[in-house]
């Protein structure tokens, strides 16, 4: 089979910059104060890009980004999205920097898409309805499916897979209420990342103490760190008053798919319903949420709480946390306590990453080798944005003292 080398040209090189110049893109946004442009950020989702909410075939997933970009018909309702509708969708609507929305991207297609045909589309969801065709790594799983690739434990959300009988992506609405309570009685409440910063360390401790297969390994730890980063950092509504973004519990219960109701103020969830509220503004254009953002947001949770950059795993049952000892998995270019410094930990974990997820792919290796290359380029551009020690291997056996780890198929 030939690989599709056009179609990624265009992905990398193209997807993006077309809509917007490159030469607004600035990274010191973090710092800097943003401006704010009405026409630009605000998201229009009435007419053609009205909440419709999904039928029954329809697929919806983990990620409360794309399911909501496909109730919106932003990427195709039925939740089968090609690689570059994902990426397009991701930075023009929610503001994904460039680096970002290629590599999750990539990293969806390669763990959730149809690998035997290369066809570069992959489900938001489960498996695709009525799809026989069995792909080298089995049945295309959707992004439902891809536990300790890229769907994985501690997540804001979303269940730990072995612990909710293999459903890593469902709401649980004792993990969202436990978020929305920690501003419900604020007098202006605003979900930022002080306040994901404590929902993460609850749901780490969750974790610990609840799921005996708990695994957070490099890439484990990034993924669901990034993933409470994105809550304030892409769901926040943007204003003149406010052009860093404010996210409301209106905005977050919507963009979650929760409604409460207005006597009681009970919540309560239903699957796929995740809405764009009326009104709502996204980041500011060009000041997309990059790498050097999370890298700066790694940071911040290293100073609230050093466990949380500490990876490791569950050992031998619930409250068995053990933490890999850093300094001997790579060979001495880094220890424990240098991931609290600087954009260290964002280094090592992507610096990981680019280690374990091709490994991972291995013996499929020969017909997605394009697609690694594009995966290993996506990574290597992450990380040029960043000032990082030089790390050229890791010793993976070492994950194997964590069942988490052992017990998935391809885990990374
Ligand atoms: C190519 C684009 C994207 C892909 C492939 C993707 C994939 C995923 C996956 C697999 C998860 C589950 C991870 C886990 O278990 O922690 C996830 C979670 C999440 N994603 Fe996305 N995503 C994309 C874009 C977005 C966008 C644009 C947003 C903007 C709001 C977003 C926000 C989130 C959030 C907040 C979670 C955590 C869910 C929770 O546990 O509460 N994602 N995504
Ligand atoms: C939003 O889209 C609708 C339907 O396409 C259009 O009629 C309306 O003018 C748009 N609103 C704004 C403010 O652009
Ligand atoms: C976003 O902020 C603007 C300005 O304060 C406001 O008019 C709008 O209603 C807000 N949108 C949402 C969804 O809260």
Redesign the pocket.
Known sequence: MLYPVAPLFHLFFVTGCAAFSSSVFDSSQTTRRSTFDSTAQYINVTGPHAFSPPGPNDMR??????N??ANHNFIPHNGI?S?TD??D??FN????ATD??NL??I???LY?GNLATLDLT?S?GGPPPGNVLSGLLGKPPG??F??NQ?????????GDYYQFNHN??D?QLS??TELYNLQKDSPNPNYDLDVLLAHRLTRYQQSIAENEYFYYGPVEML??SV??F??PG??SNHSAEFPDGILSSEVLAS??GISSDPSTGALSYTRGHERIPDNWYRRPIGGGYSMVNTAADLARMAVYNPQLVAVGGNTNGVNTFAPLDITAFTNGVYNSAMLLEGSNAACFALQAAQQLLPAALQGVEGLVAGLLQQLDEALAGALSELTCPQMLGVDASMLEQYPGYTMTPHAV
């Open positions: 997933g983990p990620c409360p980004g794309l909501s970009l999205v690689l994902s990426i969708a991701s609507i929610y503001g994904f970002f929305a999750a991207g990293i969806g297609y959730a992959y938001i992004l439902s891809t536990h890229f769907e994985s434990d501690s997540s804001p959300t979303r890593g992506y709401l993990a969202f993924f669901s993933t409470h994105f809550i892409l769901m963009i979650y």
